[in-house]
């Protein structure tokens, strides 16, 4: 029974205030880039991807790989809400802490339902290139979703993989640009400007879409345009807000990389009631 | 399996040439083995494997970096993947991938370095990997490989497949002298003792080994009796056959075609100081970078030949006295 877009938007909701409340309980951690990609990991969790959180290694499960691993919270929040057996939604706020499941960045040591480890950035199109090409190869029906950061693909490797899955013609991944326009040292285009995106990609091989990622039909709709596109690979180039859903957050570069104090976490609970 | 004492080290073929007809046999065997190179498939012999399977390698262009990613989401998905290039760019290119993709999460990806050491010759430092022992057995949960010849690339190859968990493999451009018949047994982590010996013992890999051997065959006509000992796996390492040639010697030499510092020598040296301290010399190259070459000239220039092992023999002889 697929799920309507309310319900859908009273996931993201409740994804958000376990964002906010788990990086508040930790004292550090990334809010700002977790917040962006609420929708483009509830839409892909709880509507679009053929997954079984009771059976998290099914061997056809789509796969998501979070390759801006610093927003590991988004992606903790939304596996617990969606009932991984590893992912336990009442120990979302021991982030960080020592002996915890959810470690500052997603690592399958401790979280086995995870489909890599990540943290270094510019590496998850690689991982999931070779998802797609052993699907490929064992006749798999399984896809293979990617979420890259906007600072991230400053990253030379994401460009080397960009090549080689247009190449290969590995049109069972999809790439997620979380365009959000900020990183840790201030606004990509003063650190290292990456527009224009949708080009570039083009111009790489792949089809390329420009969505708005805070729309869940919007992102429904890319996600289907690209499973229908054969030849190449896809990128959704989803134009976000970072810090999305807090008012002091949103396009605020501080709060890409800081913590809310315990008066920011009420205010920002009270706005996401 | 007796010592022997006789070796003819005829010269065979290279250990990146054994290493390619080992890949297309275990193809053969495994539709799950599956093969990545960086436009040096010719130079690394998958082009054997590509040949026969072109579905299932992956050509990544000159691009390292990725190329370790794509083994390791190959591997996530259950392919056994190997992933080959020089030693020195899959090595120092790829490190960062090889640290976050593929031995933290311990994923089955199986990393063939060809053209190790000096000994590729003409092409001079920058295609020269004389580190890579080193950053490897920095990797947790590695296990490292460096054969000697034919037989022990075959077999190690064959082993580092059966092996679940990372592998890196160190190879060689030239014909890799003959120390071991066809049939052999190799186990990853157990040394192979070449030659008895009572006053010291010579630990060698790679190229090294035949060196260790025709060092100790001269070391006997001077009445020092060297036992030769194969370290074929660089990590982990034959703790047990390190001790014991400690205690039965009392004098170790450590030979290989890398930098002294960080490579077989420093690791043995460790299990040494933590079991049965003894004095110790080593083989290796000393802080720097080597130079274009006939391979011949740059072993010899270098200090990595069987001359060079038995001086350090008896210094290291003399030591203990």
New interface residues.
């Given amino acids: 029974m697929p799920r309507s877009v309310e319900e859908l938007q009273d996931i993201a909701k409740r994804v958000r205030r376990d964002i906010v409340q788990m990086i508040g309980a930790a004292k550090s951690g990334h809010p700002g880039g977790s917040l962006s990609a609420v929708e483009i990991l509830v839409e892909l969790y709880f509507d679009f991807m053929r997954i079984d959180p009771k059976n998290p290694k099914w061997?056809d499960r789509d796969r998501f790989i979070l390759s801006k691993g610093h927003a590991a919270p988004v992606l903790y929040a939304v596996m617990a809400e969606a009932g991984y057996a590893d992912t336990p939604l009442d120990q979302l706020n021991t982030l960080r802490k020592l002996g915890s499941v959810y470690q500052g960045h997603p690592?399958?040591?401790f979280i086995p339902s995870l489909?890599?480890?990540?943290?270094?950035l510019?590496?998850g199109?690689?991982?999931?290139?070779?998802?797609?090409?052993?699907?490929r190869?064992?006749g798999r029906p399984f896809r293979t979703y990617v979420l890259l950061g906007d600072g991230e693909i400053q990253e030379?490797?994401v460009w080397?993989?960009a090549?080689?899955g247009a190449?290969?013609k590995a049109d069972n991944i999809v790439a997620i640009v979380d365009y959000n326009g900020i990183q840790l040292d201030g606004f990509v285009k003063d650190i290292m400007e990456v527009a224009p995106l949708a080009e570039k990609w083009r111009a790489f091989g792949w089809h390329a879409i420009e969505i708005d990622g805070h729309d869940l039909p919007s992102v429904r709709k890319a996600l289907c345009e690209a499973e229908s596109t054969k030849g190449k690979p896809t990128c959704i180039v989803a134009h976000t807000i970072k810090g999305k859903g807090v008012s002091f957050m949103e396009n605020n570069p501080k709060f890409h990389g800081m913590a809310p104090t315990p008066a920011e976490v009420e205010l920002a609970l009270q706005e996401l009631r | 399996m007796p010592a022997r004492t006789r070796f003819d080290l005829k010269p065979g073929p290279a250990t990146r040439e054994a290493f390619g007809r080992t890949l297309v046999e275990l193809g053969r065997e495994n539709k799950d083995v599956v093969v990545c190179d960086a436009d040096l498939s010719k130079s690394t012999m998958t082009t054997y494997f590509a040949k026969e399977f072109p579905d299932r390698f992956f050509s990544c262009g000159i691009a390292e970096a990725n190329m370790v990613g794509v083994g390791a989401g190959l591997a996530s998905a259950g392919k056994i993947p190997f992933v080959s290039s020089f030693s020195v760019f899959v090595m120092n290119k790829g490190f960062e991938q090889l640290r976050v993709c593929v031995a933290y999460p311990k994923l089955n990806v199986k990393v063939v370095g060809t053209h190790s050491g000096i000994s590729i010759g003409e092409d001079g430092p920058s295609q020269m990997s004389v580190e890579e022992t080193a950053l490897a057995c920095s990797l947790p949960g590695f296990v490292v490989l460096s054969p000697a010849d034919e037989a022990a690339t075959k077999a190690l190859v064959r082993a580092a497949a059966a092996h679940i968990g990372p592998v890196f493999i160190r190879t060689g451009r030239p014909k890799a002298p003959i120390v071991y018949d066809a049939g052999q047994v190799f186990e990853i982590g157990k040394a192979i003792e070449l030659i008895e010996g009572r006053d010291v013992a010579i630990i060698a890999n790679g190229l090294l080994v035949a060196e260790s051997i025709r060092a100790a065959e001269a070391l006997e006509a001077e009445g020092i009796s060297a036992r030769v000992i194969d370290m074929h796996t660089v990590k982990p390492l034959d703790r047990e056959a390190i001790r014991r040639a400690a205690e039965d010697t009392g004098a170790i030499v450590v030979a290989e075609e890398h930098l002294a510092d960080g490579g077989l020598g420093v690791r043995v040296a460790q299990v040494v100081a933590e079991t049965s301290p003894c004095p110790m010399e080593f083989v290796g190259i000393r802080d720097a970078y080597a130079e274009s070459g006939q391979p011949g000239e740059l072993m010899e220039k270098y200090g990595l030949v069987a001359r060079d092992v038995a001086a350090a023999a008896r210094k290291v002889v003399a030591r203990k006295r």
Wanted: proline fraction near 3%; aromatic fraction near 4%; hydrophobic fraction near 50%.
């Fill in positions: 061997p690592d399958v040591r489909e890599a480890s990540a943290g270094s510019g590496e199109l690689s991982l999931a290139l070779g998802m797609g090409l052993a699907a190869l064992d030379g490797q080397e993989a090549m080689a190449f290969h």
